[in-house]
């Protein structure tokens, strides 16, 4: 009998949205999540969602850093228990887990050098180079004037500056970043990214549902720093 394909589920986990697909299916599924989801609730309301689908493996885009599979922080706009969670039980498959940025990055990345860039709530980041991921939490280093690069150019930096300075922003902390870490091109995901008029030298948007394409390859033994 010919082997049979692996059916990956892919969990992308937002702070507005839980998005599912897996291998058999064209349209994701999206489920409300937000401060009240504990990690119980979007277990169970993913099981509900998925009935039937025979999925032999998952993986899943976490909103916070990542260490081997594992959740180093508690999500910032999610209810709690993530960290003590046994994902590969709760599933009762292999789970594979990374940044959220970095599995978009993943979908995104096509080759060389490539930093990407998340601009939604906060500012996601990952880094791959020749086809090595290194997720990377720059979000919180120090801008300008005692605030982060989250600061300026995630949400609360658009509602406080408004699109026009939030755009001239963007753009100094993209060329910044291209330069420091001495990459070939920026891609730009997150929903905001939608809200800049032209795009930096060196930089292209990339596109949300990147996130599942990145899922699948999770299971592609992609290397990882």
């Known amino acids: 009998m010919p082997k049979q394909s692996p059916n990956i589920l892919v969990i992308d986990v937002g702070g507005t949205n839980v ?64 960290m003590e969670c046994n994902f590969s039980k709760a599933f009762g498959c292999e789970v594979r887990m990374v940044n959220d940025a970095a599995m978009q990055a993943l979908g995104s990345y096509e080759g060389g050098r490539m930093l990407f860039l998340g601009l939604g709530t906060g500012l996601g980041s990952a880094l791959i180079v020749e086809g090595v991921l290194a997720p990377m939490e720059l979000a919180h280093l120090p801008y ?16 406080r500056l408004g ?41 292209r948007l990339g596109s949300n549902t990147n996130a599942f394409k990145g899922g699948f390859r999770l299971w592609n033994e992609l290397p990882q720093a």
């Not at 897996?22 to 309301?45: C, F, N, R, W």
């Not at 039937?52 to 508690?74: D, F, N, Q, S």
């Open 19 to 82: 998005k599912l697909i897996d291998s058999h299916h064209e349209e994701p599924v999206k489920i409300p999540s937000g401060p009240g989801m504990t990690v119980q609730l979007m277990i169970t309301a993913v099981k509900e969602a998925t009935a039937g689908w025979k999925y032999t493996g998952v993986a899943i885009g976490y909103p916070g850093p990542v260490l081997r599979c594992k959740p180093m922080a508690e999500p910032r706009n999610l209810g709690g228990g993530w």
């Open 144 to 159: 300008r004037k005692g605030k982060t690069y989250e600061d300026y150019v995630g949400a609360r930096g658009l509602e």
């Open 163 to 203: 699109k026009g300075r939030w755009r001239r922003h963007v753009a100094v902390v993209i060329g910044q970043l291209r330069h420091a870490i001495q990459v070939e091109y920026v891609v730009l995901g997150g929903g905001n990214a939608k809200l800049l008029n032209e795009l930096p030298e060196g930089a």
